[in-house]
């Protein structure tokens, strides 16, 4: 068990130290540790906790390692899971904060910036083609996608709330 709980730390602590952006440019990375490399769970079961995941408030990334740590080992497996997504990241803002504000003007540090946002584009666009095929739409679950992805962009309604009405449609409409 103490094993167990050792790869849980240390898997969601390596997520936790490359998921530059946050939010979900860390699902890739997510996926590659739980389907690929270490069989934890099928891509169908990693598709189903996302969206469970993501009907929650709250990091993504927190909480995909709270689910997986607690499929595989119980509460103390999720407790491994939060403790490696959040630690990395908790001690890097420490030592960073303070190197931030010392070099935050310098042209290099603004290129450096700068030159990451679009890599993150990048994984956010990887997520949506990786996940789309997986999620077995159908022309009901697509309009619902693009009506929603236009409320996004056209109007001021939260997310969350776009979230919770697609929610309650499904539970009414599909579950019979």
Not at 18 to 43: C, D, N, Q, R
Not at 132 to 144: E, I, M, V
């Amino acid at each position: 068990m103490l094993q167990l709980l050792w790869e849980i730390f240390l898997s969601s602590a390596k997520v936790g130290v490359f998921g530059y952006g946050g939010g979900p440019s860390v699902i890739p990375l997510i996926k590659k540790e739980t389907v690929e490399l270490h069989h934890w769970m099928s891509a169908d079961e990693f598709t189903d906790s996302l969206a469970f995941g993501n009907a929650l408030p709250g990091p993504i990334a927190t909480k995909m390692s709270a689910y997986i740590g607690y499929k595989l080992a119980g509460l103390v497996g999720a407790v491994a899971g939060v403790l490696g997504m959040v630690a990395p990241s908790f001690i890097m803002m420490l030592a960073l904060a303070a190197l931030f504000f010392a070099i935050k003007d310098d042209p290099r540090a603004q290129g450096a910036l700068r030159a990451v946002r679009p890599v993150i584009v990048a994984l956010l666009a990887f997520t949506a083609y990786d996940l789309f095929p997986k999620s077995g739409l159908n022309w009901d679950y697509l309009a619902l996608g693009l009506v929603s992805f236009a409320l996004m962009v056209f109007t001021d309604v939260h997310p969350a709330l776009i979230i919770a009405a697609a929610a309650m449609l499904g539970a009414l409409v599909y579950s019979f």
